[in-house]
């Protein structure tokens, strides 16, 4: 059974950082694209950032580029995402997603409130 369960998610203050983490499980971790999207309320999940499997090439949503990096350890099967100088616009719940060829799993999702 696949199982993504992320952590790290929580209240920061305006300028602040945070560390998600990832732990993947069931899968050939090294075989999948790792992706962390977010979701607002009353809005649209939209793609944060992505790392392949291979080559670890990183692409990232205009909205968080230069305060935003991903990241992965394959010995530990886990991705990361490093967020800094964060807004309040980046208030949402956080989700990773492992994709491979047609196939999908997503985590439950991690709340990251920004807010002073």
């Known amino acids: 059974q696949v199982q993504l369960v992320e952590s790290g998610g929580g209240l920061v203050q305006p300028g602040g950082s945070l560390r998600l983490s990832c732990a993947a499980s069931g899968l050939i971790f090294n075989n999948y694209v790792m992706s962390w999207y977010r979701q607002a309320p009353g809005k649209e999940r939209e793609l944060v950032a992505t790392?392949?499997?291979?080559?670890?090439?990183?692409n990232y949503a205009d909205s968080v580029k230069g305060r935003f990096s991903i990241s992965r350890d394959n010995f530990k099967n886990t991705v990361y995402l490093q967020m800094n100088s964060l807004k309040p616009e980046d208030t949402a719940v956080y989700y990773c997603k492992a994709f491979r060829r047609s196939v999908m799993y997503w985590g439950q999702g991690t709340q990251v409130t920004v807010a002073s």
């Open positions: 790392i392949s499997n291979a080559s670890g090439g990183t």
